[in-house]
């Protein structure tokens, strides 16, 4: 589990395809406090520590399978590409954000950036099966970072995001067209499926 708080953002250093495809990712977390099989959410996907260094810095290594990429922005990927990264919650850390499982949902697009003080305001179309779990006020995940819901119009909703989240993660670079990670906030999914029960 982890909680859309980035701790890092971590750049794409190789990617190679072995019938899964792996990818290698700088970063710069102490990766001696980094277990093989532990898992690092990238740009909101949990992925699971295959292998780890330090030269020429330090990095982990990890598989995406075939169903990762088919949900995510992950086939667009490219050696250089910036990712947001939350190493997983444990015991006694602080809750900042909202319960997030890295189990992205589907894929959101960037439709109009407008700034609104030292914030960016940012509309996102999300896919129609996805938009009905969207509320105003309601938590999101997108590339992995926690964010609040201003608005929400059919499939179309907003955020607002502030300097500091911009400075700390990839936001600073979004632009319109950008194809996101989203995930639905996990409350909102298990109301969805006991009110199917109770029709």
């Known amino acids: 589990m982890f909680t859309g708080?980035?701790?890092d953002v971590g750049t794409v250093l190789e990617l190679e395809k072995?019938?899964?495809?792996?990818a290698r990712i700088g970063c710069a977390y102490d990766v001696d406090g980094i277990e093989i099989g532990a898992s690092i959410a990238c740009d909101g996907?949990?992925?699971?520590?295959?292998?780890?260094?330090?030269d020429p810095q330090n990095w982990f290594d990890v598989e995406?399978?075939?169903?990762?990429?088919s949900k995510t922005n992950i086939g667009a990927w490219t050696v250089g590409k910036r990712l947001n990264l939350e190493r997983a919650l444990k015991l006694g850390d602080e809750l900042g954000?909202?319960?997030v499982s890295g189990h992205v949902d589907g894929v959101a697009v960037i439709t109009a950036m407008k700034d609104e003080g030292d914030s960016t305001r940012i509309t996102f179309e999300a896919p129609e099966a996805l938009a009905k779990f969207i509320a105003p006020k309601g938590s999101v995940a997108l590339n992995g970072t926690?964010?609040?819901?201003n608005e929400v119009e059919g499939c179309s909703f907003g955020i607002n995001v502030i300097p500091h989240t911009?400075?700390?993660?990839?936001?600073?670079v979004a632009k319109v067209g950008d194809k996101v990670n989203l995930e639905i906030d996990t409350l909102a999914r298990y109301v969805a499926r006991l009110q199917e029960w109770q029709v």
């Open 166 to 172: 911009q400075e700390v993660t990839t936001w600073g």
């Open 146 to 149: 926690s964010l609040t819901v």
């Open 64 to 69: 995406i399978s075939a169903e990762s990429v």
């Open 18 to 22: 072995r019938g899964d495809l792996r």
């Open 5 to 7: 708080i980035i701790t």
């Open 45 to 54: 996907v949990c992925l699971t520590v295959i292998a780890l260094g330090t």
């Open 97 to 99: 954000g909202h319960i």
